[in-house]
């Protein structure tokens, strides 16, 4: 089956510790993001990244971290400098072309304890 | 100003009404557009996308008024079922920024 996998699903971390959660699409798509979504917010963009080793800051960066080693995989970090990193986190992945379409993984949730 | 704005809703319609979602956009460069549905506690995924005037597909009915900045959705004989959480997106194209509403809550009664 192709598609975008994402793991945990739920996952729990004490303050003060970095985590990291897996991203993986077999889509065979150049272009992933990470998105995060908050009750009453609509998704803010934390990373992306066009192609391999190349990634850039989305628009809440702060506290993450990303890497793109290969086109299948983007993880990211969630690191203790993030002052709120309880979230819904979403992977997704755009299969390039004049449009946007983009298709998400199932998320993690993530609760810092 | 936020790029994209919804009515949250909560919109309670009962099975087989047609109901309406509208959305605004702030930025008038945005050419691409999207309808995404979200369940609670899943990930969103594309209902429909906008590209020209609109588009329909069975009974969701897309509609894009560039003048005026704002994209509707239009469910019609609504089926339990279509309860949900539905999104509009913008997006310039070939940009990777989409621009995310906070959702209309949809929920169709027996």
């Known amino acids: 089956d192709g598609g975008i996998t994402q793991s945990p699903k739920y996952l729990f971390r004490k303050e003060g510790q970095n985590v990291t959660l897996s991203c993986e699409q077999n889509l065979n798509h150049d272009a992933m993001y990470w998105y995060r979504q908050d009750p009453g917010q609509g998704l803010r963009l934390i990373y992306y990244s066009q192609i391999v080793n190349d990634f850039q800051k989305g628009d809440i960066a702060e506290g993450y971290s990303v890497s793109r080693e290969k086109k299948e995989s983007f993880p990211l970090t969630v690191t203790s400098a993030q002052k709120n990193p309880t979230a819904f986190y979403l992977c997704?992945?755009?299969?390039?072309?004049?449009?946007?379409?983009?298709?998400f993984g199932p998320g993690t949730r993530l609760t810092v304890l | 100003r936020k790029e994209v704005e919804q009515d949250p809703g909560p919109f309670n319609v009962p099975e087989g009404a047609t109901v309406a979602f509208n959305c605004t956009y702030s930025?008038?460069?945005?050419?691409?557009f999207f309808w995404y549905r979200q369940d609670c506690r899943k990930e969103p995924k594309l209902l429909m996308s906008v590209y020209s005037s609109g588009n329909e597909d069975g009974r969701f009915t897309a509609q894009l008024n560039r003048a005026s900045q704002y994209i509707s959705l239009l469910i019609r004989d609504s089926k339990l079922s279509d309860s949900a959480t539905y999104l509009c997106v913008a997006s310039q194209t070939g940009a990777n920024n989409l621009f995310f509403g906070t959702g209309t809550r949809l929920t169709v009664i027996p």
């Open positions: 930025n008038s460069a945005s050419q691409s």
């Open positions: 997704a992945s755009r299969n390039g072309g004049r449009h946007n379409e983009q298709f």
